[in-house]
Nanobody, 126 residues
């Protein structure tokens, strides 16, 4: 059974940092692209960052460039979202997702993904 589990969310002050984890079970992430999405209350789900499989190519949406990075640990079958200089507008539920043979050019399109985690909540507030 394919399963993705996110963790690492929480409450953080503006300017702070968090590291979100996405771990997989039931399959090996090595050859799969992974996307991180977020959804704030009343808003549509938006792509934040994505990373290719073996090539490790990464993309970030403009609003997080220079603040967020995405990485993967093949030994732990996990992908991470490192979030720095957090702002109140980063508050959302964050999801990781994956699909086989995903073309990175559409990695910010939710409909392109087959498997989703349950989400982890991030609140940026003083």
């Amino acid at each position: 059974q394919v399963q993705l589990v996110e963790s690492g969310g929480g409450l953080v002050q503006p300017g702070g940092s968090l590291k979100l984890s996405c771990t997989a079970s039931g399959f090996t992430l090595d050859d799969y692209a992974i996307g991180w999405f977020r959804q704030a209350p009343g808003k549509e789900r938006e792509g934040v960052s994505c990373i290719g499989g073996r090539d490790g190519i990464t993309y970030h949406t403009d609003s997080v460039k220079g603040r967020f990075t995405i990485s993967r640990d093949y030994t732990k079958n996990a992908v991470y979202l490192h979030m720095n200089s957090l702002k109140p507008e980063d508050t959302a539920v964050y999801y990781c997702a994956t699909a086989a043979n995903l073309y990175l050019g559409v990695c910010f399109t939710p409909g392109e993904y087959e498997y989703w985690g349950q989400g982890t909540s991030v609140t940026v507030s003083s």
